[in-house]
C-alpha cells in the first residue's frame, strides 16, 4: 500500500515537473493569474477582451510577449486602464518586463511582485498608485530599469532596493516620499518632485544624478561645523600637492598618446582601439542588451557577404548567430552619423524597445561606438512578405488568401499600436510589403517601425529628408516632406494592394516602362467591376470574391489624395473585421459627389501616376529604404 502511494506521489511530481504551469486538472496557471490581474481593472476600451479563462495558452492574447511557451511580457501600456493591480501578477514567475505606464491604476504595488526573479524591467510611471513601496522590491535580483515616477507613493524609499546591483535606471520622481534615500547602485537615479527629500534646503539640485552624489545627512541653513579650522592650512597644503602630481601625470599620459598618434597618421597606419577583452561590456538597458562590436562582428562572420538578408537605404541586414547558438537579424546602420551623440542615440533605442506587441519587431539589444550604430532583432524565419508574395511552393502560392488576409489585419494592429497605443506614439513612414516579416507562424510583424524616428530624431513632424519607397509614398509627403499618421495609412493601402495583386508597387508597369501605376490600374478595374482581373495569378479562383471587394475597398479608403479623408488605423483594423465598412465607403462616394471642383481639387483628384510624374522630387521609380 505504501508503495502504491509513494510511486502515485513520485507520478504526480513528474507530471508537474513536465508541465509547470498546469494544475493537475489542466488549468493553466498563468491564465489563472492573468485572469485574475483582469478582473481587478477597469478596462473602458475593450484592451483584454481575448483574455478567455478557458484558454489553455495566453501567448496568443493581446498585449501579451511569450519566450519559450510562457508569459515573458505584460504591456498594457496607454490603454485606460484603471483599477488595482493583483497580487497574482507574482504566480507569473516567468516574467521579464511589465509595463503599465499611462493608465490610471491606483492601489498599492503588491508585495508579491518580490516573487518575479527574471523580472528585469518594472515601469509602472503615470499612474495612481499609492501607499508605499514594497520592501520586497529589493528581491528582483535581475532588475535594471525601474520606474515609478508620476504617481502617489509616500513613506520612505525601501532599504532594500541597494541590495540590487544591476540597476540601470531608477526614476522615483513626483510622489510623495519621505526620509533619507537608500544607496542605490543605478547608472541614473531620478527623485526630484519629493517636497519631503527634495525640501527648500536639500544641497542636491534633485535632478537625475549618480547615488553617490546625493547627501545623505540633512542640515539647516546657517549651520556649519568650525571644530577643525586649525588644520585647514594643513589639508589644502596636501590637497593642492595631489592635485598637481595628478594633473602632471595626467598631461603627460596625453602627450605621449598624441606623439603615438601624430606618428601613427605620418606613417599611414590605422589604429584600432578596443576594449579590454575581460571587460565585460554586455550591458541590460532595461530589457535591451548592448553588445559588443566584437560580438557581432563575429556573429556575422565579420559582416560576411554571404549572410547579407537584405539592403537599404537604413543599412544593411545580415544573419548571425551569437555566442549562445541564438540566430539574429543585424542591422549595421549605414546613417549613423545622423543618430547624435550615443546619449541620444541609447535614448531614442530606449524608447523604441518599450513598443511591445506581437505584431511589432521586439528589438533584442544594440551596439553603440564611435563609427558604428548596430541593431539587433530577432530572426524572421520566413522572411518578408515581398519575398514570399510570388513564391510557388508545391505548385501553390506560398500565401494564399487566408494568410494574405491574415497579414492585412496583423499589419494593420501592428499600425494601430504604433499610432494609438505605445507611448511615445510612433510613425513608420515607410509601410511596404518588404518591411512586413513574417514569424516561424506566418504571423505578420511590422519592422523597421522606429528607424524613421530614430534617426530623425533632431526634426518635427516636418522633414525634408523624405523616407519610404516611391509607389508607397502619400502625394502630400512627397511634395511637403511633412510626415503624419495618415502618410502611414496610404502606404498600408498599398500594401493591401501588394497583397491582393501579388506584385511590388514598385515593380510594377516596370516591363511597359510606366510609372507608379498600380494604384491607379486598380481604381480603373474596381470601377469597370473586374476585380478577378487584379488578383494574384497564383491564387486562379481560390479566394472569396466578398472578401477581395471589401479589401480593395479598404485600400481604396486609405489610397485618397485628400488626407484627411482616410480612415484611423483603429477604423481600418474594425473595417478588415467587417465592421463599419459600408457605411465608411458610402460617406467617401457621396462625398466625392457633393465636394464642389476647384483647382486644387482637381490637384487630388489626378492620377497618381501622373502626381509621380510632376512630382519635382522624384525622377523616375526609386527605393529610398529598401528591404530589411
Known sequence: MEFKVLGGLLFLGLVLSTS??????????????????????????????????????????????????????????????????????????????????NNAMSG?????????????TLDLSNNKFSGGIPSSVGDLKNLNYLRLNNNSFSGPCPESLSNIHSLTLVDLSYNNLSGSLPKISARTFKFVGNPAICGPYSRSNCSALSPELIPFTPYAPGVFDFSDQSH???RNHHFAIILGLTIGSVSLVIFVLGLILWWRYRHNKQIFF????????????????????????????????????????????????????????????????????????????????LAVHKN???LHGYCSTENERILVYPYMSNGSVASRLTEIVNGKPALDWPMRKRIALGAARGL???????????????????????????????GDFGLAKLLDHQDTHVTTAVRGTVGHIAPEYLSTGQSSQKTDVFGYGILLLELITGEKAL??????????VMLDWVKKLHEEGKLSLMVAR??????????????????????????????????????LESEGLTEKWEASQSNKIDTPRTQSSDKLLQRYSDYIEDSSLILEPMELSGPR
Open 360 to 362: 511589432i519587431l521586439r
Open 538 to 575: 497564383g491564387l486562379k479562383n481560390s479566394f472569396d470574391r466578398s472578401e477581395l471587394e471589401e479589401m480593395v475597398k479598404v485600400a481604396l479608403l486609405c489610397t485618397q489624395f485628400d488626407p484627411s479623408q482616410r480612415p484611423k488605423m483603429s477604423e481600418i483594423v474594425r473595417m
Open 274 to 353: 578596443d576594449v579590454n577583452e575581460q571587460y565585460d561590456t554586455t550591458i541590460f538597458l532595461g530589457h535591451l542588451k548592448k553588445y559588443s562590436f566584437k560580438d557581432l562582428r563575429a556573429a556575422t562572420d565579420h559582416f560576411n557577404a554571404k549572410n547579407i538578408l537584405g539592403k537599404g537605404g537604413f543599412g544593411i541586414v545580415y544573419k548571425g548567430c551569437l555566442q549562445d547558438g541564438t540566430v539574429v537579424a543585424v542591422k549595421r546602420l549605414t546613417d549613423y552619423n545622423n543618430v547624435g551623440g550615443e546619449v541620444q542615440f541609447q535614448t531614442e533605442v530606449q524608447m523604441i524597445s
Open 232 to 234: 585647514s592650512g594643513t
Open 416 to 446: 494601430l499600436y504604433l499610432h494609438e497605443q505605445c507611448d511615445p506614439k510612433i510613425i513608420h513612414r515607410d509601410v511596404k510589403a518588404a518591411n512586413i516579416l513574417l514569424d516561424e507562424d506566418f504571423e505578420a510583424v511590422v
Open 507 to 516: 515593380d510594377f508597369g516596370r516591363a511597359t516602362n510606366q510609372k507608379g
Open 20 to 101: 509547470a504551469t498546469l494544475s493537475p486538472s489542466g488549468v493553466n496557471y498563468e491564465v489563472v493569474a492573468l485572469m485574475a490581474i483582469k478582473h481587478g481593472l477597469n478596462d473602458p476600451h475593450n484592451a483584454l477582451e481575448n483574455w478567455d479563462i478557458n484558454s489553455v495558452d495566453p501567448c496568443s492574447w493581446g498585449l501579451i510577449t511569450c519566450s519559450e511557451g510562457s508569459v515573458s511580457t505584460l504591456a498594457l501600456i496607454s490603454q485606460g486602464l484603471s483599477g488595482t493591480l493583483s497580487p497574482s501578477i507574482g504566480n507569473l514567475s516567468n516574467l521579464q518586463s511589465v509595463l503599465l505606464q
Open 108 to 120: 498599492p504595488i503588491p508585495a508579491d511582485i518580490g516573487k518575479l526573479d527574471k523580472l528585469q
